[in-house]
């Protein structure tokens, strides 16, 4: 099931993919818009899926730079470049964020497998849990006495019953 869907994902990327470098030959042939905005509007893709194709972003800026070699640049082109760059830059800082945040995570893991092997000390959470069933072995002993007496005046109970069923069984029937 997985793979089909996996395999329906790429299609679909493929898909749109080609329609993207379809759009972008047309704009080169037509001198039309060569921007991401543009691209993603005349490809009908979200301009995300081109920021996150490295390289058909990086298709998209020589083609932008090339159609503005012969000296016209547009304030659109230049705004483009400048709004793609302000965005890998923030990309850039969301990444090294996340890696900081996973290396820190993996020396903890790490740290406290190593302190757990070395035998140097037991963690913390042993001595708790050690705590917790010295309680709970004290709690069930006490549940266990109150158990008892109350198994013993139920037996009683029953005892007492059973002697007065008998006498009244056996009861001469003139009293």
């Known amino acids: 099931m997985t793979s089909r869907l996996t395999e329906g994902r790429r299609a679909d990327s493929a898909r749109r993919r080609e329609r993207v470098l379809k759009a972008l030959d047309t704009a080169l042939h037509t001198g039309g818009d060569i921007t991401v905005s543009g691209l993603a509007r005349a490809a009908r893709v979200d301009r995300t899926f081109l920021y996150r194709r490295r390289d058909l972003l ?28 302000a965005n890998a830059l923030e990309r850039n800082s969301r990444l090294a964020a996340r890696v900081r945040q996973l290396e820190e995570r993996l020396s903890r893991s790490i740290g406290a497998k190593v302190w757990s092997a070395s035998g140097l000390g037991a ?31 139920l037996e009683a109970a029953r005892a007492a019953n059973r002697e007065m069923t008998r006498s009244l069984n056996h009861r001469p029937a003139g009293l």
Not at 73 to 83: F, I
Not at 129 to 137: D, V
């Open 123 to 153: 963690p913390a959470d042993i001595d708790q849990l050690q705590r917790r069933i010295t309680a709970l072995e004290l709690q069930l002993s006490d549940k266990q006495g109150e158990l008892d007496e109350r198994t013993e005046e």
């Open 58 to 85: 990086e298709r998209v800026h020589a083609a932008a730079t090339a159609s503005a070699g012969d000296g016209v640049v547009t304030a659109v082109s230049r705004a483009s470049l400048q709004t793609d760059l």
